[in-house]
Structures are given as structure tokens and as C-alpha cells.
Nanobody, 120 residues
Framework: QVQLVESGGGLVQPGGSLRLSCAASGSIFSFNTMGWYRQTPGQQRELVATITRAGVTNYADSVKGRFAVSRVNANSTVYLQMNTLKPEDTAVYYC??????????????WGPGTQVTVSS
């Protein structure tokens, strides 16, 4: 069973930076995609950034130019560098990893989440 564990969340002032990390353990697959979503109370979980095994990235418009996603395929680790943070970036951030199964279906794993709070 695959487990994802996030780290690096916390409290930061507006304009500051944080770096989130997520490491996979257990039966590690070669994930086709890894990335980050976030969720605030009463809202749906939303995409932040994803990255494919080949390094192709996708970002939400709200974080383009401020956040950068990266990964290390050898140990199935994904990072999210967050710069110029804004109060509206406050949320629980979830790591996700997905692979295309032999049955032609997508399978996704999720971490438990890490709180990011941007406040003065």
C-alpha cells in the first residue's frame, strides 16, 4: 500500500515563502503524475500544481509565477516551492500521486494534508 506524507506547512507572513515536500512510501510505483491540491473550509478541493514523470507542469492561474512544482522520480518525492504568499493561499495542502493501471484506469493516492496559513 502506498502512503504519501507531506511536510513543510506552517504559518508565514504575507510575501513570505514556504516549501512543501511529499514523500511516497510502501509499494512505490512509477507515478505518471504527482502534485498538489488545496482546500479551505466549505470549498471544494482545487488544483494547485501537477507535474508528470517527464517534467511537464500545470498550474492554477492563481499561483502561476509564484509557485513552482518539482519532483524526484527516483524516490517518488514531489515539492512545492511557494513564494510571495498571500492570505488567500491559506488552506490545507494535499499531495497526490497517480498512475495509469494495467486495466486502463487512473489510480490516485492522497496524503493527509498539511496546513498553510498566511497571516500577519
Amino acid at each position: 500500500q502506498v502512503q504519501l506524507v507531506e511536510s513543510g506547512g506552517g504559518l508565514v507572513q504575507p510575501g513570505g515563502s514556504l516549501r512543501l515536500s511529499c514523500a511516497a512510501s510502501g509499494s512505490i510505483f512509477s507515478f505518471n503524475t504527482m502534485g498538489w491540491y488545496r482546500q479551505t473550509p466549505g470549498q471544494q478541493r482545487e488544483l494547485v500544481a501537477t507535474i508528470t514523470r517527464a517534467g511537464v507542469t500545470n498550474y492554477a492561474d492563481s499561483v502561476k509565477g509564484r509557485f513552482a512544482v518539482s519532483r524526484v522520480n527516483a524516490n517518488s518525492t514531489v515539492y512545492l516551492q511557494m513564494n510571495t504568499l498571500k492570505p488567500e493561499d491559506t488552506a490545507v495542502y494535499y499531495c497526490t500521486a497517480g498512475y495509469w493501471g494495467e486495466d486502463s484506469k487512473w489510480y490516485y493516492y492522497w496524503g493527509p494534508g498539511t496546513q498553510v496559513t498566511v497571516s500577519s
